[in-house]
């Protein structure tokens, strides 16, 4: 018998989960307006809701944690990341964050002015937020293959250079202060982005004396997909090929909670000194001192050893093998999930999952309130929710693709979770004609609805 595939790792402390009953469920969702952020985490059997910050710690972080050296000025922790920093992606200097968005808040404060333009791969909600906080606008020049949700394409995050140049053609380049590229693109679908593609859009990026930026939250992820997927890199190691994706980049901001696998944190990586002279002034403003910047000294050292964690083979192997495991029983079972699947979560098609419902009635929410009310499982919306409205016209935005996440946290629900989890999309797919409408919004906030709003049953 071939001896199968198990996880490269085994555990040392468990944390307990309940489950509840449908009643309960009910109820509980009702009152939280049928919005899962608003939900309490222990109404909830098996989260799904994120990947960020919601990993577990190996022993060694938690060893690293207990060497963290909280001096407000000059720690050995902060030493150690700017040692990581450089070690694995080659940036000499770096600016510690709380998380990713305040990277993105503190980069932003230097590089975007109102009426500019930033093209990039479907760049994320928090991205496009500071983006547009500052009277500035994405563009989105994701290559078409990635909105066929069952087309295979080995890299469907890749940005389409035709519509990269088209936006560099088309304005005043001095409006185009950077192009952002996310890896793996989350929003289209954890997808990953090839080293080729990433070296085109530098290249094209430079000619036109635009900064790249790369937003590096799983990057990681990437990083293994390249080794599996693209000529020339299957017998690079991780480091090597992580090494070379940022060797094209200007800058990056990481979001730690991710491919750091830390419950908080983030860094800005520079590669230009003036640019990281400038950031600073706004991180001591928003973060902190410059060697500390909102994080602790044993959160620091527990983040850099998560970085070399989470650049091994054999991690990233045993996390999107689960991955795969959990697509594997949704498409025997005929669920409308993105193909492939990316590094760090199942995305449910809901439009295909639930054709009856009408776009204006939050089709991929509907299916978010039906997953919970199955088996107790959260999920987040990717659709016209996170979508928001126009800034300008303040009508909604319709997306392409209307997506439910089951994000999988990194080394903390089993395979019998998968299966678990599985059972619950699956029995909801079997009964999907029964449900006959959707949700309708009763109160959003102005900017990124999606966590506060609320909805009613229709
Ligand atoms: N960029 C990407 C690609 C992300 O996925 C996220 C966060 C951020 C930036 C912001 O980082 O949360 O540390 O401030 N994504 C989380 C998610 C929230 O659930 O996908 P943050």
Not at 88 to 108: I, K, S, W, Y
Not at 264 to 279: P, Q, S, V
């Amino acid at each position: 018998m071939e001896l199968p595939f198990a996880e490269l790792y085994k555990t040392k402390m468990v944390e307990t989960i309940r489950r509840s009953t449908r009643e309960e469920r009910e109820r509980w969702l009702k009152d939280a307006s049928y919005n899962v952020f608003n939900l309490r985490s222990s109404y909830v059997y098996i989260d799904l809701l994120t990947d960020s910050g919601t990993g577990a710690m190996s022993d060694r972080q938690w060893a690293e944690m207990m060497l963290g050296d909280e001096s407000y000025a000059g720690a050995s922790s902060y030493l150690k990341m700017k040692a990581t920093i450089k070690d694995l992606f080659g940036f000499n200097d770096f600016l510690p964050t709380h998380q990713g968005r305040a990277a993105e808040n503190v980069l932003f404060s230097v590089l975007v002015h109102e009426g500019d333009i930033v093209p990039g791969n479907s760049h994320f909600d928090t991205t496009k937020g500071h983006i547009e906080f500052r009277h500035a606008h994405t563009i989105d020049c994701t290559i078409d293959e990635a909105f066929d949700s069952t087309l295979y394409h080995p890299f469907k995050g890749n940005i389409d250079l035709d519509k990269l140049e088209k936006v560099f053609k088309e304005n005043q380049v001095e409006k185009i202060p950077m192009v952002i590229i996310t890896i793996t693109n989350n929003t289209s679908g954890g997808q990953p982005v090839s080293m080729q593609n990433i070296r085109e859009v530098s290249a094209m990026a430079h000619h036109y004396g635009s900064l790249v930026v790369i937003d590096s939250a799983r990057f990681a992820e990437n990083a293994y997909f390249i080794k599996l997927r693209e000529e020339g890199y299957a017998d690079k190691s991780i480091k090597e090929i992580v090494k070379e994706m940022f060797s094209y980049a200007d800058a990056m901001t990481m979001s730690s909670k991710k491919d750091a696998i830390v419950n908080m944190g983030g860094f800005i990586g520079f590669g230009d000194r003036a640019l990281y002279e400038k950031a600073s002034v706004y991180n001591i403003m928003f973060e902190g001192f410059v060697t500390y910047g909102g994080m602790s000294g044993r959160d620091m050292n527990a983040l850099c050893q998560g970085l070399y964690e989470a650049t091994e083979f054999d991690y990233l192997q045993t996390r999107i093998k689960q991955v795969e495991y959990l697509a594997d029983k949704l498409l025997r079972h005929g669920v409308p999930i993105l193909q492939p699947t990316g590094g760090h979560a199942i995305f449910i098609d809901a439009k295909k999952f639930f054709p009856q419902i009408p776009k204006e009635e939050y089709i991929a929410q509907t299916l978010v309130v039906e997953l919970y009310l199955e088996g107790g499982i959260r999920t987040v919306e990717v659709g016209t929710l996170l979508a928001d409205r126009d800034p300008d016209t303040r009508e909604n935005r319709y997306p392409r693709l209307e997506l439910v996440r089951l994000a999988i946290p990194r080394r903390v629900y089993s395979n019998s979770h998968m299966d678990y989890i599985a059972a619950t999309v699956c029995n909801v797919f079997d009964r999907r004609d029964e449900v006959k409408s959707g949700l309708v919004i009763k109160n959003e906030a102005p900017i990124m609805r999606h966590f506060t709003v609320e909805l009613e049953r229709l």
